[in-house]
């Protein structure tokens, strides 16, 4: 059965799709069969990779079709291991459409359990930076939660709304939602408030912070705005060394199973 780890966060910009893509990318590269899942309407993954769409099918028909099978709408990664189902809900009505169904809040845990089956070792998805509809049934539907935080002193507060709207999740809804950590993003330890603001994160929160920090490297901007992962594009950089360390962490930190390419 897969593992679902879901990017969720109430902050745009903060790396969220970024960290999706790459950590899935990671995950493909180190021999896992990866599924990427695109949720947000503004539909960034694509852009991200420079995918070319098998088909205009997505994860509108994950809402809207719920009877269409994987196969029809999964588009094939550049990489071996990765497959990607795209977002196609960018227009208004249809977004609609989407959030009315969606207000059922385990309609993509239901949907994935009952399409997936042992086809994929991982599930990365990539929820709007809200708590709207499809953000909830992105984080009902995870394993694991990752909060992506921008370290800057207006993320900290950001980053408190939502874990206040996780509580409320966890009492009124599912109480078995399980936060894996904050994912430290665009550090620059030249600068005075990155290093204060990762000080005061780790100091407040201890364990529930990721020991791999995502530098802030130009690499990474470089390779999104050609349509690649920063991985393929310069894997000796710090910002693909972040991204594999952070993989490896969350293998080690939940015991995960290791595929035999890593071993």
């Given at each position: 059965?897969?593992?679902v780890i879901?990017?969720?966060?109430?902050?745009?910009?903060?790396?969220k799709?970024t960290?999706?893509v790459?950590?899935?990318?990671?995950?493909?590269?180190?021999?896992?069969k990866t599924?990427?899942?695109?949720?947000?309407?503004?539909?960034?993954?694509?852009?991200?990779?420079?995918?070319?769409?098998?088909?205009?099918?997505?994860?509108?028909?994950?809402f809207?079709?719920?009877e269409?099978?994987?196969?029809?709408i999964?588009?094939?990664?550049k990489?071996?291991?990765?497959d990607?189902?795209?977002?196609?809900?960018q227009?208004?009505?249809?977004?609609?459409?989407?959030?009315k169904?969606?207000?059922?809040?385990?309609?993509?845990?239901?949907?994935?359990e009952?399409?997936t089956?042992?086809?994929?070792?991982?599930?990365?998805?990539?929820a709007?930076a809200?708590?709207?509809?499809?953000?909830i049934?992105?984080?009902?539907?995870?394993?694991?939660?990752?909060?992506?935080?921008?370290?800057?002193t207006?993320?900290?507060?950001?980053?408190?709304?939502f874990?206040?709207?996780?509580?409320?999740?966890?009492?009124?809804?599912?109480?078995?939602?399980?936060?894996?950590?904050?994912?430290?993003?665009m550090?620059?330890?030249?600068?005075i408030?990155?290093?204060?603001?990762?000080?005061?994160?780790?100091?407040?929160?201890?364990?529930?912070?990721?020991?791999?920090?995502?530098?802030?490297c130009?690499?990474?901007?470089?390779?999104?705005?050609l349509?690649?992962?920063v991985?393929?594009?310069?894997?000796?950089?710090?910002?693909a060394?972040?991204?594999?360390?952070?993989?490896?962490?969350?293998?080690d930190?939940?015991?995960?199973?290791?595929?035999?390419?890593?071993?």
């Open positions: 059965m897969a593992k879901t990017f969720a966060s109430q902050k745009g910009g903060v790396g799709t960290s999706a790459h950590l899935a990318t990671a995950f493909a590269l180190g021999g896992y599924l990427l899942v695109d949720l947000d309407p503004q539909g960034s993954v694509h852009h991200s990779l420079g995918t070319e769409k098998n088909s205009s099918l997505g994860i509108r028909e994950v809207c079709t719920p269409i099978s994987l196969q029809e999964i588009t094939t990664g990489h071996q291991n990765l990607l189902l795209l977002s196609n809900i227009e208004l009505l249809t977004e609609q459409t989407v959030n169904i969606a207000q059922d809040y385990y309609h993509v845990s239901q949907w994935i009952k399409n089956s042992d086809l994929y070792e991982f599930i990365i998805m990539d709007p809200s708590t709207s509809s499809l953000s049934n992105a984080m009902i539907a995870a394993d694991f939660i990752i909060v992506p935080l921008e370290c800057e207006l993320a900290i507060k950001s980053l408190k709304r874990l206040q709207a996780f509580k409320v999740l966890q009492i009124t809804i599912e109480p078995r939602l399980r936060l894996a950590g904050i994912l430290l993003t550090y620059d330890e030249n600068i408030s990155h290093r204060q603001v990762c000080k005061q994160i780790c100091k407040t929160l201890g364990e529930s912070v990721f020991e791999t920090v995502i530098p802030n130009p690499h990474i901007l470089e390779a999104s705005n349509g690649i992962d991985i393929q594009r310069h894997l000796n950089s710090a910002g060394t972040g991204y594999i360390r952070l993989a490896n962490e969350l293998l930190r939940f015991l995960l199973p290791k595929s035999e390419k890593t071993n």
